[in-house]
């Protein structure tokens, strides 16, 4: 089974953060965001994924081949962003006519992935939302897609379309998107994938769609947070060991060499590999390898890797009703 993911976004929103680190490298809840989905399509039968890269996409597919070896790892070079479609096409050098998913980088999701597989249809995961307008929509008549519309300004449907399609042929995708592409056809100034799906449904391929549990998006860091303090609910990453005089406070995902003095760890907090925080309170935070924290209080958060934090003790001479923030 074939998975296309773009990945190419340069993760502004995320900044500092993604100026040396790949948003969907960004770790949280025991593995990064895209670890999280990859994990996700291996399990319902992937073994064959083509990123689509640009900005830091060299780390991105070095990540994938040595975290995921037993599965086929390619890649395209998105040198222009104009548009998802125009990005999946990339794929068409490594797409063939079988069944083909198209899973976005930069959202988590919680979804039985073989609803996408369908010969006899192609598939859009959707989700009701309350204001529909920031996303594509599926339009239905009765259990079969009517109409696909990106970003209506208008209220035509509340199922939003979430990211993650199944294709009953990748080579019928790849050729309605040229078709789309040499057309000149864009929205919003760009290429969309679902003005591609248009295209197919108005020509009778049909389309059927599956409602996901829940996704959630990473794109900011406020949202990514809020991400990780859910998947650590659920259950998902790794289980804290004991740590020499400290105090951990589930649920929290504590890498195995991660060492921890005198400190609070928790809840909802994820520290990757190599870390050391020492003589600290952390909650609601996120911490990447081989950071070290000492002698601080830290609260929604998210540290890089290889950051270095300390503090030391202050002397202040304070007046009546004043408020210090150290």
Known sequence: MHAIIPVAGKGTRMRPLTWSVPKVLIRLAGNTVLGHIIDKLTASGV???TLIVGYLGDEIVKWTRLNYPDIQVDYAVQERMDGLASAIYLAEPMTDD???LVVLGDTIFRADLKLAYNDDSNMIAVKRV????RFGVVVLDGSSVKKLVEKPSSFISDLAIVGIYGFSSGSVLMDAISRLIASGTRTKGEFQLTDAMQLMLEEG????CFEVEDWYDCGKPETVLETNRILLDMGTGLSARDHHSSVIIPPVSIDEDVEIVSSIVGPYVSIASGSTIQGSILSNSIVGFGTTLRNVNIHGSIIGNEAEISSTAVSINAGSSCRIEV
């Open 205 to 208: 391929r049909p389309f059927g």
């Open 47 to 49: 073994n064959h994924i």
């Open 130 to 133: 309350e204001d529909p307008r």
């Open 98 to 100: 079988g069944q083909t």
